[in-house]
């Protein structure tokens, strides 16, 4: 058996040094997870290949100080390009026949895929426990509302003869309804969903947000550009969820172009690797892509991880619960929604939808 072959073809990074920490064996997935190859590697220190911080550089340090291993579960390493990648650590010593420490061998796995799945986790947590408090609250609140909306109604038929007080009951009346509105999405948010997915035409879909949004867009000196594949199947969805969540989306990208700008929709079949086929019941369904992408703020990195929070919101009169909602609409489709955002540049939000059979 060769035994470096073996090494070699893991899927996992694996680097070993000898004892003055110099690189002596440096594996593909290593090339691949670092960004360097094997040959500009091997016979440099460690320290020099990495960031001198690194908690690779001193967990070698110290397994060839001391003989013993090593590990770490949440160690990230720094890459060249700029990026962070969340890694667990595993180091042990490499002994001489004469029990010398002859050096150490580290295993680095990447295990970003598997924090952005805590991650979607957590979120579905929230989610449910915000929702579950939301529907207790919306109910206790709606009773009394729809009281007070009787009531002054009442009071501004008494008032008909006195025109001065009109405006008072106006507003009441007008932050009564708005109080609802807010009700409503919260309730939205918490209420079990019952799908009723049929299949649909997702331009028509797209269509029809289009319609509903055609005045905000103008006001703000948006263009809406269509990208669609004439040759897209339909997808399987529930009409009127599927168009809150466009309607969400769109809304946003308008929301952050004030200045006018372009807002794309595009369609297509996925081909993406991780979601482009996925399990939604009975097997793997192929996924069509629906993108909205606009040219307006972007997100700032420090909001990206918190935009799915419900009640996440930058904007005055923000509930920040539309991507909340989206994400759970989203979810019980059994899809995926993607942002990538570049601040100052714009943001692209692809839901993946899987196509009727
Ligand atoms: N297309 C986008 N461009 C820039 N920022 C966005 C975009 N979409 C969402 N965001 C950011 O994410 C936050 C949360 O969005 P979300 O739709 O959940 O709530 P909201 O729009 O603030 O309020 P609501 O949708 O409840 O009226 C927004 O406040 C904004 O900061
Ligand atoms: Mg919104």
């Given at each position: 058996m060769n035994y470096q072959a073996v090494l070699a073809s893991l899927p996992d990074a694996v680097i070993a040094v000898d004892a003055t920490l110099r690189v002596v064996f440096?594996?593909?997935?290593?090339?691949e997870l670092l960004g360097r190859s094997a040959r500009r590697s091997e016979g440099r220190l460690v320290k020099?290949?990495?960031?001198?911080?690194?908690?690779?550089?001193?967990?070698?340090?110290?397994?060839?100080?001391?003989?013993?291993?090593?590990?770490?579960?949440?160690a990230s390493v720094d890459l060249p390009d700029g990026r962070s990648v969340p890694v667990s650590l595993l180091t042990a010593?490499?002994?001489n026949r004469d029990g010398t420490v002859e050096g150490a061998i580290a295993v680095l796995r990447d295990v970003s895929r598997l924090r952005q799945l805590e991650a979607e986790v957590r979120r579905g947590e929230t989610l449910a426990a915000a929702g579950h408090m939301a529907v207790g609250v919306a109910h206790e609140i709606r009773n009394?509302?729809?009281a007070i909306r009787g009531a002054v109604q009442l009071l501004a038929r008494e008032l008909r003869g006195e025109p001065r007080f009109a405006e008072y009951t106006d507003v009441v009346l007008k932050e009564?309804?708005?109080?609802?509105?807010?009700?409503?999405?919260?309730?939205?948010?918490?209420?079990?969903?019952?799908?009723?997915?049929?299949?649909?035409?997702?331009?028509?879909?797209?269509?029809?947000?289009?319609?509903?949004?055609?005045?905000?867009?103008?006001?703000?000196?948006?263009?809406?550009?269509?990208?669609?594949?004439?040759?897209?199947?339909?997808?399987?969805?529930?009409?009127?969820r599927l168009l809150q969540v466009f309607h969400n989306l769109v809304g946003n990208a308008i929301e952050a172009m004030r200045a006018g700008g372009r807002l794309t929709l595009t369609t297509r079949v996925s081909m993406n690797p991780l979601y482009g086929k996925m399990d939604v019941g009975g097997g793997q369904r192929t996924m069509v892509e629906i993108?909205?992408?606009?040219?307006?703020?972007?997100?700032?990195?420090?909001?990206?991880?918190?935009?799915?929070?419900?009640f996440f919101t930058t904007k005055d009169t923000g509930l920040g619960?539309?991507?909340?909602?989206?994400?759970?609409?989203?979810?019980?489709?059994?899809?995926?929604?993607?942002?990538?955002?570049?601040?100052?540049?714009?943001?692209?939000?692809?839901?993946?939808l899987p196509i009727a059979r």
């Open positions: 440096w594996n593909a997935a290593a090339e020099e290949l990495l960031p001198p911080n690194a908690s690779i550089v001193s967990r070698f340090a110290e397994t060839v100080a001391s003989g013993e291993g090593r590990s770490e579960a949440d010593p490499l002994f009394p509302l729809g009564v309804d708005r109080v609802n509105r807010i009700i409503e999405s919260l309730l939205d948010l918490g209420r079990p969903v019952q799908l009723r997915p049929v299949p649909l035409n997702p331009h028509q879909l797209l269509e029809r947000v289009g319609l509903l949004t055609e005045a905000a867009a103008r006001e703000a000196g948006v263009t809406v550009i269509r990208r669609y594949d004439p040759s897209l199947p339909p997808i399987f969805g529930d009409e009127d993108q909205v992408s606009d040219e307006g703020t972007g997100i700032p990195a420090a909001a990206r991880a918190r935009v799915f929070d419900p619960l539309g991507l909340a909602i989206c994400h759970r609409i989203v979810e019980e489709h059994r899809g995926a929604i993607q942002i990538d955002s570049r601040e100052g540049h714009g943001t692209t939000v692809t839901c993946f």
